[in-house]
């Protein structure tokens, strides 16, 4: 009789067992298996982390205890859930860099600030270009095809003054940022 419990007993543990580690794949979606279609660098506020990420059927995933200790956040893992506490420092808000001391980082924002102010300059002087171009073109239109290139001109324009414009600016903003960020540090050594 007891031989028999201990089996029953023993058949039904092994029942619940199997079924809960079913449960629990099911709520987690589990990497095993998953494909590694990729790595990438992770870089904290200008420092390179040592640990590399991963890019997982389609999502990036980070080194979790590397980054919040980079970040300088209080890390926990309790019960299958990871707690991140972390209070931002405040910034000087008019300068998005200024907490930036990795001259390289500084140097690269810069590059790519100066590729970007020239696309959009060569931008602008192509949209005046068409602009000018059916300007031109208007004197011998129809009617028809006058007002379709009103409404090109039209179009042109709009896309200078609420797009390449504040775009532009707002590059040439951030570019003179970065230069002033670089001359500090600059100063400081």
């Known amino acids: 009789m007891k031989k028999t419990a201990y089996i029953a007993g023993s058949f039904l543990l092994g029942v ?45 995933t980070v080194p979790i205890r590397p980054l919040a200790d980079a970040l300088e956040a209080d890390f926990k893992y309790k019960g299958g859930t990871i707690y991140i506490e972390y209070e931002q420092p405040a910034k000087d808000a008019s ?27 060569n931008e602008k002087k192509n949209f ?12 011998s239109a129809t009617d028809q095809k006058l007002k379709r290139l009103e409404e090109e001109i039209k179009d042109l324009k709009d896309s200078i003054h609420t797009r390449l414009e504040p775009e ?10 970065v230069q002033s960020v670089m001359s500090k540090l600059e100063k400081g050594k």
């Open 16 to 60: 619940m067992v199997a079924a809960s580690a079913g449960t629990v794949s099911a709520k987690v979606k589990s990497l095993i298996g998953q494909k590694v279609t990729g790595e990438v660098s992770v870089v904290v506020n200008g420092n390179r982390l040592e640990d590399k990420g991963a890019v997982i059927d389609g999502k990036t």
């Open 95 to 121: 300068n998005k860099y200024s907490d930036m001391t990795n001259r390289e980082h500084l140097e690269e924002s810069k590059r790519q600030l100066e590729n970007r102010i020239s696309y959009l300059i």
């Open 128 to 139: 005046s270009e068409l602009i000018e171009m059916s300007e031109k073109r208007k004197a």
């Open 168 to 177: 532009l600016e707002r590059c040439l903003l951030e570019w003179g940022q």
